[in-house]
């Protein structure tokens, strides 16, 4: 089925690449250790964190890909998404400046909507430092948006006529 086909090759490229992604960070793990002596196991959620990142971009990608039937549109998306979630991440200091509460809760809706990369990045840094984690929110909802993206995907490549 479409569906399946379509799930089998991101789980395929997510495998493949973040396979690729995961021995190259082994190996300068290896490295360090063989040369410095660094040994950590939280440097592990790192790993983690860059396979989870990982679905994230590709779930757009392969979103942007079967709605605009277009590699260069689908990069363009991705490079779209990363400069809205870097810009929403400052939604705070954008409601304080507008006087619009139509425009603060667009803004704010949106920085829910969107994954938010740099504070799951922050919350991998945490973690591998040992620190505590403020605030999971943007890891479970950048899992939810990327789970409802690929559902979204799979609806639209099954009702697409070809």
């Known amino acids: 089925s479409r ?5 089998n090759k991101f789980i ?6 973040g396979g690729m992604t995961l021995v190259c960070g082994l190996i300068s793990y290896l490295t360090l ?11 592990f959620y790192l ?7 990982f679905i994230v971009w590709l779930s757009i990608t392969l979103f942007a890909g079967i709605v605009f039937g277009s590699t260069a549109l689908s990069m363009m998306t991705a490079f779209l998404v990363y400069i809205l979630q870097s810009l929403l991440k400052y939604h705070d200091t954008f409601n304080e400046i507008v006087n619009s509460k139509i ?5 704010t809706g949106l920085y829910y909507v969107f994954p938010k990369m740099d ?6 840094n945490a973690m591998a430092a040992g620190n505590n984690v403020d605030s999971w929110m943007p890891l479970w909802s950048t ?5 409802v993206l690929i559902c979204a995907t799979a609806f639209i490549f099954n009702r697409k006529d070809y």
């Open 3 to 7: 569906t399946s086909l379509y799930l």
């Open 12 to 17: 395929s490229i997510w495998v493949v690449y």
């Open 33 to 43: 250790y063989l040369f410095h002596g660094f040994s950590s196991t939280a440097v």
């Open 47 to 53: 790993f983690i964190f860059s396979l989870i990142e």
């Open 103 to 107: 425009t603060e809760n667009i803004v």
């Open 119 to 124: 504070e799951m990045s922050n919350i991998a």
């Open 143 to 147: 899992i939810l948006f990327s789970i």
